[in-house]
C-alpha cells in the first residue's frame, strides 16, 4: 500500500535552516507529484510546493519563495524539504502528500518547533 | 495567496444531512473543481473527495461533492458521531500556479 514516511520532530532556534524528509514506498515514485503542506498549531492548512519527482522540477508558494528548497533522491524514493531563516511563524506541522488527482495520500506530519 | 472561502463552522443533529460551502473562483473551484479533506485532531488530513465528485476507494457513499459555477459543497448524510471533525476544501489555482486551502469548517454533530 502507498505510504510516505517522514523524518522525526525538530526544535530549531530563529534564524537557522530545517531539512525533513518523506520516503515514498508501495507506488512509482517517479509517476506522482509530491506537495508539502503545513499546518500551525490550531490553523489551517497551508500550501508550500510541489514536486515533480521525475525530473526535480519544483514550484513553491509565493510566501515561502527564496526560503524553501525542495529536492529529490529517486535512488531512495525521498523528497526533502528544506526551510531557512525560521521564525516563530514556522512552528507547524509538516506534510508531504503524494498527489493522485488530489491528495490521496499523506505522510504522518512533522513537527517543527522554532524556539530561542 | 488567496484561499477559498469556508464557513467556520456548522452543527447538525444525529441522522442529519449536512452542506458543507467552499467559494472560490474561476482561477481555482471554477476551473478544476475542488477536492474536500476531513481531518481530526492530531492526525494528516484524509481525501473525501476531488474535481468534484470522485471519491478515493473506501469513502463512504455518505459523502458527496458537487460544483456549481465556482462553489463546491460537500453533501454529508446520515450523521454519525464520528463525521465530527474539520473539513477543509482545496484547489489548485491556475493564474497562482498554487495550491489554495479553505480555511476549514469545524462541523460539530449534536
Same mark, same amino acid.
Given at each position: 500500500q502507498v505510504q510516505l514516511v517522514q523524518s522525526g520532530a525538530e526544535v530549531k532556534k530563529p534564524g537557522a535552516s530545517v531539512k525533513l524528509s518523506c520516503r515514498a514506498s508501495g507506488y512509482t515514485f517517479s509517476n506522482y507529484f509530491l506537495?508539502?503542506?503545513?499546518q500551525a498549531p490550531?490553523?489551517?492548512?497551508?500550501?508550500?510546493?510541489?514536486?515533480?519527482?521525475?525530473?526535480g522540477d519544483t514550484t513553491y508558494a509565493q510566501s515561502f519563495q527564496?526560503?524553501?528548497t525542495l529536492t529529490r533522491d529517486t535512488s531512495t524514493s525521498t523528497v526533502y524539504m528544506e526551510l531557512s531563516s525560521l521564525t516563530s511563524d514556522d512552528t507547524?506541522?509538516?506534510?508531504?502528500?503524494?498527489?493522485?488527482? *488530489?491528495?490521496? *495520500?499523506?505522510g504522518q506530519g512533522t513537527l517543527v518547533t522554532v524556539s530561542s | 495567496q488567496a484561499g477559498l472561502a469556508q464557513p467556520p463552522s456548522l452543527s447538525k443533529a444525529l441522522r442529519q444531512t449536512a452542506t458543507l460551502t467552499c467559494t472560490g473562483n474561476s482561477n481555482n473551484v471554477?476551473?478544476?473543481?475542488?477536492?474536500?479533506?476531513q481531518q481530526f485532531q492530531g492526525h494528516p488530513p484524509k481525501l473525501? /473527495?476531488?474535481?468534484?465528485?470522485?471519491?478515493? $476507494?473506501?469513502i463512504s457513499?455518505?459523502? /458527496?461533492? /458537487?460544483? /456549481?459555477?465556482n462553489t463546491a459543497s460537500l453533501t454529508i448524510t446520515g450523521l454519525q458521531p464520528e463525521d465530527e471533525a474539520d473539513y477543509y476544501c482545496s484547489a489548485w489555482d491556475? $493564474?497562482? $500556479?498554487?495550491?489554495?486551502?479553505?480555511?476549514?469548517?469545524?462541523?460539530?454533530v449534536l
Open positions: 506537495h508539502w503542506v503545513r490550531g490553523h489551517g492548512l497551508e500550501w508550500v510546493g510541489i514536486i515533480t519527482p521525475s525530473t527564496g526560503r524553501v507547524a506541522v509538516y506534510y508531504c502528500a503524494r498527489e493522485n488527482g *488530489s491528495c490521496d *495520500s499523506w | 471554477g476551473y478544476q473543481g475542488a477536492a474536500w479533506l473525501l /473527495s476531488y474535481r468534484n465528485n470522485n471519491r478515493p $476507494s473506501g457513499e455518505r459523502f /458527496s461533492a /458537487s460544483r /456549481s459555477g491556475n $493564474s497562482l $500556479s498554487a495550491w489554495v486551502f479553505g480555511r476549514g469548517t469545524k462541523l460539530t
